[in-house]
């Protein structure tokens, strides 16, 4: 079972069935599931920053997206146009005095690269999936077009909470310009999943069933052999619960 | 926190002095003057420069003018970090006025987010103090409040107004030493010679086991 530990030190009721993910457990899943990935030839691999003992798990693929035309023409600085950011319905500003917005565009299904990463996020104590999308001929997708190639059975959940959901955001490793899945909720859908492997003595492997989850959302497919031949890493007794020292990290 | 109020007052309302020049290569009708500004030190690029947008736009034609950006002395500035750590991480050495110079073309798409809206200002920084609060209160704080009192303190940002701010602010950076005060302390580190730097990534069959 995967437990956070660190935390039980002010006498606050900790369930067992922990959501939160410390980074050496995170650890671990990723290399159970990077075995798994090597044996299905599934694209991933660990990419280790020199000089650190920090991470990520990394996968590139080919897929469909749901693109404009034209970009390259428009002016994105209008005021208009921003408000549309996480709505899906375009609006004809023909009163825009500033030019062409992007809306308008005709959209078309092209082939678009992704790239999927999958890091370790110390103030959440959660994995947290950071991903880019760029055209075959190099061009980055926009959030609005990045918006459209969700799946429409997802887009609703995600158009709920705005600021929840799929934002850019800068890769806290790389430095550059990533969209992020926001993993403040991550908690609100691991803790049901988590608690019921418990009660039924089922091994879970925390980066399986969170990916499982959020993947798709964002077009990454997980194969369900994943779930029945990744283990859980097994579990190590956690250290007595004394407050973690000064200048540590949590967990 | 009341003794602590001055020194408040007077992060809040550190200003740089600014000079905004148009990028050479940017096509104009007639030379453009460059424009001066107060900027906030805690606050965001992109949330304090209409003016200056404003100012350049009245020297270009229209299918010139993309997303704006900002340089200075070559590095495009990251807007989602505030005014004030960019210029200590940039010009500290460097005499006032802060001079950056404006973009309207080529925007840098690897290295700098798009920032289409004010919504996304708000987001980024409503972003932040999750984050932060998580670190602090395990989110509580910040997931008892309402959304209003989420608006306020955004809008206290936006709109420069400090009490409107810290009205919100106080309830975040409280610290109730019976029950432990903060469970950490967040803060971030900016290191000057990485901020070009890509840190050098290398593929790795196995993943390290644990210190």
């Keep these: 079972m995967v437990v956070g530990v660190g935390d039980g030190v002010r006498g606050t009721h900790r369930e067992m069935s922990s959501c939160f993910l410390d980074e050496e457990t995170f650890c671990q899943c990723c290399q159970l599931f990077l075995q798994h990935s090597h044996s299905l030839c599934d694209g991933w691999s660990w990419q280790q920053v020199k000089g650190s003992e920090e991470g990520y798990l990394r996968k590139t693929t080919l897929g469909t997206g749901r693109t404009r035309c034209n970009q390259d023409q428009q002016g994105t600085s209008s005021d208009q146009h921003q408000e549309r950011t996480f709505s899906l319905s375009f609006h004809d500003d023909d009163d825009d005095d ?51 190639s969700v799946h429409p059975n997802y887009r609703q959940r995600l158009q709920h909470r705005p600021w929840d959901t799929i934002t850019q955001q800068e890769h ?80 | 926190m009341a003794d602590d109020k001055d020194v408040l007052r007077d992060v809040w309302f550190g200003r740089i002095p600014t000079c905004f020049t148009l990028y050479q290569d940017e096509i104009t009708e007639r030379e453009a003057e460059p424009f001066y500004l107060l900027l906030p030190r805690v606050s965001y690029l992109t949330l304090v420069t209409d003016k200056v947008k404003k100012h350049f736009l009245k020297v270009m034609k229209a299918e010139d003018v993309e997303e704006m950006w900002f340089d200075f002395e070559g590095t495009p500035l990251k807007w989602h970090y505030p005014i004030g750590l960019l210029f200590d991480l940039h010009a500290s050495n460097t005499a006032l006025p802060w001079s950056i110079t404006v973009h309207f073309k080529n925007f840098p798409e690897r290295d700098l987010l798009h920032c289409p809206s004010n919504s996304v ?6 972003s932040s103090i999750k984050e932060a609060d998580a670190l602090k209160h395990k989110s509580q704080v910040i997931n008892d409040m309402q959304k209003k009192d989420h608006k306020q303190l955004w809008m206290g940002l936006q709109n420069d107004k400090f009490d409107q701010f810290w009205a919100m602010n106080r309830k975040l950076m409280e610290y109730p030493t019976e029950e432990g005060g903060f469970r950490y302390i967040p803060f971030r580190i900016y290191l000057v010679n990485e901020l070009m730097g890509i840190p050098r990534i290398h593929d790795s069959d196995e993943i390290p086991s644990k210190r």
């Excluded at chain 1, 992007?102 to 678009?112: A, D, K, R, Y």
């Excluded at chain 1, 959660?126 to 077009?145: H, K």
């Excluded at chain 1, 091994?203 to 990454?220: A, R």
């Design chain 2, 121 to 126: 200002i708000e987001a980024h920084f409503m």
């Design chain 1, 98 to 148: 500033d030019g062409a917005v992007c809306c308008i565009q005709e959209e078309s299904s092209s082939v678009v690269q992704y790239e999927y990463h999958i890091l370790y996020s110390c103030s959440y104590q959660t994995p947290v999936l950071y991903f880019r999308a760029s055209t075959l001929e190099g061009r980055s997708l926009c959030l609005e077009e990045v918006w459209d």
């Design chain 1, 172 to 251: 806290p490793l790389l430095g550059q310009s990533f969209f992020v899945l926001h993993p403040c909720r991550t908690e609100e859908f691991m803790k049901p999943v988590l608690k019921a492997a418990l009660e039924e003595h089922r091994q879970v492997n925390y980066i399986v069933t969170w990916l499982s989850v959020v993947g798709p959302v964002v077009g990454l497919d997980v194969p369900l052999s994943y779930c029945t031949q990744v283990p859980e890493p097994p579990h190590t007794p956690s250290s007595s619960p004394q407050p973690p020292a000064l200048g540590t990290k949590p967990g």
